[in-house]
């Protein structure tokens, strides 16, 4: 059965780093999607990205942050400089649809900024 | 401003106890609603959607735009059910967006 895949699994970064986070969604989805969830409170919703354009994104996805789908398969985040309250779960999602509504995720890249 | 809502951090239940998780959300839209479930080291996956009012597990869900509220319940839990739920709202008007509940930790003892 297809798989999100996100790599790394953990990565550890010098606060002001840069990071790139890495996703392949599954082959024939549209849509993907970046989520984070710091350690304790909920999935929260960072961008949507459909079209090689941004669809939709949250407050939480500012300057610091882009996404980038640099070829067929990989879907990235970036976040170029990294701050302490940026540790938190990575989760990367694809779906077929718009209204579908079902998001397949992956199993998430754990960020740690120190 | 759009928001889910649930209020229930942990819910412990034994085994055949009847389960409900509670949901509720703020949306001026027409809601679409979604109940995610994440077992122990798996990754988020959907367990079922309101329009298609189906049952998943054992588990339903109903709309209740009255009281904006879409809990999930299951008459006779089971201990295979222990996981974290989340609610989910699709954001449907302005783009693609899918909103999530903090999310109600399930366990189920015997």
């Known amino acids: 059965e297809p798989e999100v895949t996100q790599t790394p699994s953990h990565q550890v970064t010098q606060m002001g780093q840069e990071v790139i986070l890495r996703c392949v969604p599954i082959?024939?989805?549209?849509?993907f999607y970046w989520y984070r969830q710091i350690l304790g409170q909920k999935v929260e919703f960072l961008v949507s990205?459909?079209?090689?354009?941004?669809?939709?994104k949250s407050e939480i996805f500012d300057d610091q942050f882009s996404v980038e789908r640099p070829d067929g398969s990989n879907f990235t985040l970036k976040i170029r400089s990294t701050k302490l309250e940026d540790s938190a779960m990575y989760f990367c999602?694809?779906?077929?649809?718009?209204?579908?509504?079902?998001?397949?995720f992956g199993e998430g890249s754990r960020l740690t900024v120190l | 401003a759009q928001r889910v809502t649930q209020p229930e951090k942990l819910l412990s239940v034994f085994k055949g106890a009847p389960v409900e998780l509670k949901c509720n959300y703020s949306?001026?839209?027409?809601?679409?609603l979604f109940w995610y479930v994440q077992y122990s080291r798996q990754r988020l996956q959907l367990l079922l959607r309101?329009?298609s009012r189906e049952s998943i597990k054992g588990f339903t869900a109903d709309l209740n735009k009255g009281e904006t509220s879409f809990h999930l319940k299951k008459p006779f839990a089971q201990e295979e059910d222990s996981a974290m739920y989340y609610c989910?709202?699709?954001?449907?008007?302005?783009?693609?967006?899918?909103?999530f509940g903090k999310g109600t930790t399930l366990s189920v003892s015997s």
């Open positions: 999602a694809s779906s077929a649809g718009l209204a579908s509504g079902e998001l397949f």
């Open positions: 309101h329009i």
């Open positions: 949306y001026s839209g027409s809601p679409e």
């Open positions: 082959s024939n989805h549209l849509y």
């Open positions: 990205f459909y079209n090689n354009e941004i669809s939709e």
């Open positions: 989910a709202l699709l954001l449907n008007q302005a783009g693609t967006a899918l909103i």
